[in-house]
């Protein structure tokens, strides 16, 4: 049987690990500037994080191109919702790497911003097409719907302060939606243990939140969401056997970008000079992000390489 070239079935399910793989880059920037250790490391991860957005997004690109229907079908799982919606996240991100080299980064941030709003809209379109139990909240939807939380990180530096803060409030009032409708869900029923890894996204707009009040202010909400912030990481922590019981699955890619971003909020937080916690957390936040987000990347690279990827996540093919 003749193999299937592996651009007609490329999987949404790649992209939050490649999200998760830039905010590690940065995160390593920052770790290499905070505590006196070169750069290069960071500055190599973002070169590979690069490299791999802009395959995953040519091939899916030409996916598209060569049967237009397959968006609609990737779009009819929460997952893979999420998972487009990452493929814009990860260009805004990727933007705050690119600012010492000028104008350049100011074009992929409004990319990314331009892109996240269109998928946004086929989003919406194909959540209505879908029947009620496909339309329930679920913590997938925090990266369509909050995604734009990532604006600040180079919007601020770039000059897009209003911007920025109109991003960060709209993205605001979707989480505070969000949340409380899957805490609802969550008190009449709990997830099945292969869906209860995706609860760790709560992290990411969190330490979102916190970074983009640490950046325009005020610092009064930096200092609510870092709280906030740790509380949920240790509740993770704790929970760390609850949520990954049913094995590495594709869906571990959720668990990539959170502990990124816990990681550079500490960051952040040693520049505000909150000392020792701050410290602790960059350090033992970047070990275990390093070690978590290169194993999710090496497994689900694999599993791309052997088509299995596409083939588990129900990726549509071209």
């Excluded at 070239?5 to 998760?20: E, Q």
């Excluded at 992000?289 to 129900?314: E, P, V």
């Amino acid at each position: 049987m003749k193999r299937q070239p592996l651009w007609r079935s490329t999987p949404p399910a790649i992209f939050p690990v490649i999200l998760g793989l830039v905010g590690l880059a940065h995160a390593w920037r920052g770790l290499g500037q905070n505590f006196g250790l070169s750069t290069g490391l960071g500055d190599l991860l973002l070169g590979v994080a690069t490299a791999l957005l802009l395959f995953f997004t040519l091939s899916y690109l030409a996916k598209l191109l060569a049967r237009r229907g397959v968006l609609m079908e990737d779009l009819k799982s929460p997952p893979g919702r999420a998972g487009l919606s990452a493929i814009s996240m990860s260009f805004i991100v990727l933007s705050v790497g690119l600012l010492p080299f000028g104008e350049v980064a100011r074009y992929v941030w409004w990319f990314g911003i331009i892109l996240h709003a269109v998928i946004v809209i086929f989003v919406v379109k194909a959540m209505a097409k879908s029947p009620p139990e496909a339309r329930s909240v679920t913590p997938f939807q925090l990266l369509p719907f909050v995604g734009l939380s990532t604006t600040p990180l180079a919007g601020v530096p770039l000059g897009y302060v209003g911007l920025s803060q109109a991003f960060t409030y709209l993205s605001l009032a979707a989480f505070a939606v969000i949340l409380f409708q899957m805490a609802r869900k969550f008190i009449r029923t709990r997830p099945p243990a292969p869906l209860r890894p995706p609860f760790a996204i709560i992290l990411a707009p969190l330490s979102l939140f916190g970074m983009a009040f640490a950046q325009f202010g005020p610092d009064a909400a930096f200092l609510v969401f870092y709280v906030a912030v740790w509380i949920t990481a240790m509740a993770l922590l704790s929970f760390a056997k609850w949520l990954t019981v049913a094995g590495f699955t594709p869906i571990w890619g959720a668990l990539t970008f959170p502990a990124a971003t816990f990681t550079n909020i500490n960051l952040v937080a040693m520049g505000k000079g909150l000392g020792l916690i701050a410290t602790l957390g960059s350090i033992i936040g970047g070990v275990i992000a390093t070690a978590l987000i290169f194993y999710i990347t090496y497994r689900a690279l694999k599993m791309w390489a052997g088509q299995k990827l596409s083939q588990k996540t129900g990726a549509a093919v071209a």
